[in-house]
């Protein structure tokens, strides 16, 4: 494995802004969590790590989107990436399983380290990685075909070889849908509401048993009575996956993650990560001015 | 409160400058009905004049003849036969061909400049008078792999000249299945080709499918390329290999124009109505399926 990040030297990004990130020892209101942060942007979660960000950096052609982060992503938790938009939190997240490979003249540079092998290394084929990262869109995309279709595809064509109707079911009751479609498996995913056909992906990306689930703005196409499902569902589905979502609703993130990471582009035009730490200690005892600016809705 | 009373000089008539605009305004719908009505005018006139030269014509012996001499004993069968066999061996090549063409162009080429410069000039292929696909395949098919004036020159050369609209029908058609299937695909662990086979394939194939019907269409028309390529020949036998030579309907037609009698211009009109009928089916069945999977 690598090195943690409060060892590795301090990147350009963190150098950046060392000046105005004076930590405010004065501000704990309500300390919580006894995590050890030295710095906003430094903090390595007790729990094992499932993917570990080092120095990632994005490009889009010539232009810098997201610039030398530095993450742990914990083992079957929520994290949260928040920050206003433009600010790189999808570029981080299609950076985590290769979805950036899609978009001409993306490139990449640093590492995301999974189970200890660099997602970018030579070897890697995206193929395998995107079948044990799964990923859920902002806008739901189901499969203009029936329900069972949808949840089976990716286990179809990953060779699943077991029993299609056993793994449809449970994969339905995991993401909470069963009970709504159950007697309807042969109807298009694309007749269900906007909720329903966000939890039909969600049981789709299930079907081909991921570890971990990448979410961008799940619900931000949602009305709040399916916002709320979903969030009740990502709780539930933290048991046993390791979950990051991207998203711009602060209540949200307040109330499903159990970590957050702040990103910011400001005058840089790049994002950085601005600070990373237990959720509520990153909305009750932020270190950075600039992140508790944020979260008290003064710009943004 | 006070109600306020109508005042007499107030009118929401068009006066004036208004009433002058629409009036030209109103004079414009005619003037546009008109130039549309000379084309279909005429168009109607051609089709009333073919049917009343043509109707005669049309009975089954019209079908089951070959070409005479004689104009009452002349019919269409071998041009007939002849048709249904370019048609079929040019859907045979450029089926696959054009979507394989289309599907690389769109999915899996790398975006450069000469990919850029490759797609331009499909467009321009497309515009390509098809006399030159005629010289095309005289000089490649014909003389230089010596297939002669055989059916499968004839398809080879009508393959190339609908290539490239059913390309670009196609390309059209795998640039309306959104992104978000290929993404939503990809995510699970389905790789590009089963990206492409299971989600874009079949939402574009409804698109294809008509793009070829409409291409066929055009071939099933052609006549220039193929008397270009030597189909402009006395068939009195039935085709039944790829390596006869042939006749077309359309150059039978032509052919039939081109004899002073007066009774082989009957035998060109009702030719030329039992071609408007199968280019008609054709667009029709396009039209259809177009309707159909909209939905
Ligand atoms: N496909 C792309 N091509 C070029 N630039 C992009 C692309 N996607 C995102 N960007 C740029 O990268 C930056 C970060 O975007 P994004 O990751 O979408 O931010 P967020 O999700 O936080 O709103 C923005 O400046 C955006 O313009
Ligand atoms: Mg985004």
């Known amino acids: 494995m690598s090195e943690a990040p409060t060892t590795t030297p301090p990147t350009e990004a963190a150098l950046a802004h060392q000046g105005t990130a004076t930590p405010r020892p004065a501000m704990s209101r309500k300390s919580v969590g006894a995590s050890q942060r030295t710095a906003p942007d430094r903090f390595t979660p007790p729990e094992p790590a499932a993917l570990e960000v080092r120095d990632l950096s994005v490009y889009y052609g010539k232009k810098m989107a997201l610039s030398g982060v530095s993450m742990q992503i914990p083992v079957k938790k929520i994290t949260a990436l928040i920050g206003p938009s433009g600010c790189g939190k999808s570029t981080l997240l299609r950076s985590l399983n290769r979805m950036n490979d899609l978009i001409p003249g993306a490139r990449i540079t640093g590492a995301v380290d999974y189970h200890g092998h660099n997602l970018y290394g030579s070897n890697v084929d995206p193929v395998e990685v995107r079948r044990r990262i799964g990923m859920v869109f902002q806008k739901p995309n189901p499969f203009p075909k029936s329900i069972f279709e949808n949840v089976a595809f990716g286990a179809r064509v990953n060779g699943y070889k077991g029993d299609y109707n056993e793994l449809v079911e449970r994969s339905l009751r995991q993401a909470a849908l069963w009970d709504e479609v159950k007697d309807d498996l042969k109807k298009s995913g694309l007749a269900l509401s906007g909720g329903q056909q966000q939890r039909l992906c969600i049981a789709r990306a299930l079907a081909v048993s991921p570890e971990i689930i990448l979410m961008d703005e799940p619900c931000s196409a949602l009305d709040p009575i399916a916002t709320l499902k979903i969030e009740e569902l990502m709780r539930q589905l933290a048991k046993d996956y390791t979950i990051v979502i991207v998203t711009h609703n602060m209540q949200q993130a307040a109330r499903v993650s159990d970590y957050t990471g702040f990103f910011l582009a400001g005058e840089a035009a790049y994002g950085q990560l601005i600070e990373y730490g237990p959720t509520e200690e990153i909305f009750t005892t932020p270190m950075d001015p600039r992140t508790e600016d944020y979260i008290t809705g003064r710009f943004g | ?295």
């Open chain 2, 1 to 295: 409160m006070a109600v306020s009373l109508p005042d007499e000089n107030f009118t929401l008539q068009a006066t004036g400058r208004v009433a002058r605009r629409q009036a030209i305004s109103r004079a414009s719908k005619w003037v546009l009905l008109g130039a549309s009505m000379i084309g279909v005018v005429v168009l109607f006139a051609l089709i009333v004049d073919t049917i009343v030269v043509g109707w005669s014509r049309i009975s089954w012996s019209f079908f089951t003849s070959y070409p005479s001499r004689f104009a009452d004993q002349a019919g269409l069968r071998s041009s007939f036969i002849g048709s249904v066999w370019i048609l079929s061996l040019t859907i045979v090549f450029v089926v696959p061909i054009a979507i394989a063409t289309a599907i690389w162009v769109e999915e899996f080429a790398p975006k450069t400049r000469l990919l850029e410069f490759v797609k331009l000039n499909l467009a321009n292929l497309a515009g390509v008078p098809s006399i030159i696909y005629g010289v095309l395949g005289l000089a490649v098919f014909v003389r230089l792999f010596g297939w002669g004036s055989s059916i499968l020159a004839g398809s080879f050369t009508l393959f190339l000249m609908i290539l490239p609209m059913t390309v670009i029908a196609s390309q059209e058609a795998i640039r309306q299945v959104p992104p978000s299937l290929r993404q939503g695909s990809l995510a699970l662990g389905a790789t590009e080709w089963q990206t492409v086979w299971y989600h874009v394939l079949p939402g574009a194939l409804p698109g294809i499918i008509t793009g070829v019907i409409l291409a066929l269409a055009r071939a099933a028309g052609e006549t220039a390329a193929l008397i270009m390529i030597g189909a402009f020949t006395f068939i009195a036998f039935d085709n039944t290999s790829i390596w006869d030579s042939f006749t077309t309907m359309p150059i039978q037609v032509y052919n039939w124009t081109v004899r002073p009698q007066e009774a082989f211009r009957q035998n060109a009109a009702a030719g030329i109505l039992v071609l408007m009928v199968v280019v008609l089916t054709f667009n029709t069945a396009a039209a259809a399926l177009r309707e159909r999977f909209r939905n």
